[in-house]
């Protein structure tokens, strides 16, 4: 019974360590975000969220909301120029995509464009996904073709 509750404590302190790594990328991806502007010689807004943007082209039509369904184009890639994503023509519903990108999506009206850069918590965070490690910072290129 001991060696089982040691178990127990031990399993337990590992996850409660791996739960601190998870807390922050913030300074380190604000860092990272001014050096890639400053590096491109950018300059972007941002929201009180924390995503930065750029809209290139308002465009005329409507912006969607959190529940639309849109289709569009997008590109996604890290600081380095990685693409890790990328679509010419994409249908989805806003809400069901990470934060960020829901969020970028939402500054757009049909047939504007923009770039986005989203510190992690608005993207993968500390799990990641394929190309994108926990903690990265991650671009998006989107043209709104449509809100259906």
């Given at each position: ?19 601190d ?22 300059s972007?807004?941002?929201?009180s ?9 308002s ?34 519903n ?7 990108f ?15 850069i ?9 799990s ?9 910072v991650?671009?998006f ?8």
């Amino acid at each position: 019974m001991k060696k089982i509750l040691l178990l127990f404590v031990f399993a337990l302190s590992l996850s409660s360590c791996s739960d601190d790594e998870i807390t922050d990328y913030t300074e380190q991806n604000e860092t990272d975000i001014q050096n890639y502007l400053n590096d491109n010689n950018l300059s972007f807004n941002k929201t009180s969220t924390g995503l930065y943007y750029k809209i290139t082209s308002s465009g005329s039509g409507i912006s969607p909301t959190f529940n639309s369904n849109v289709t569009l184009g997008y590109k996604g890639y890290l600081l380095d120029g990685t693409t890790f994503d990328e679509s010419s023509e994409a249908t989805f519903n806003v809400g069901g995509v990470v934060p960020g990108f829901g969020e970028a999506v939402r500054l757009l009206r049909t047939g504007g464009s923009g770039t986005f850069i989203l510190p992690s918590r608005l993207g993968y965070g500390s799990s990641g996904s394929g190309q994108i490690k926990p903690g990265d910072v991650i671009i998006f290129d989107i043209n709104l073709i449509s809100v259906n």
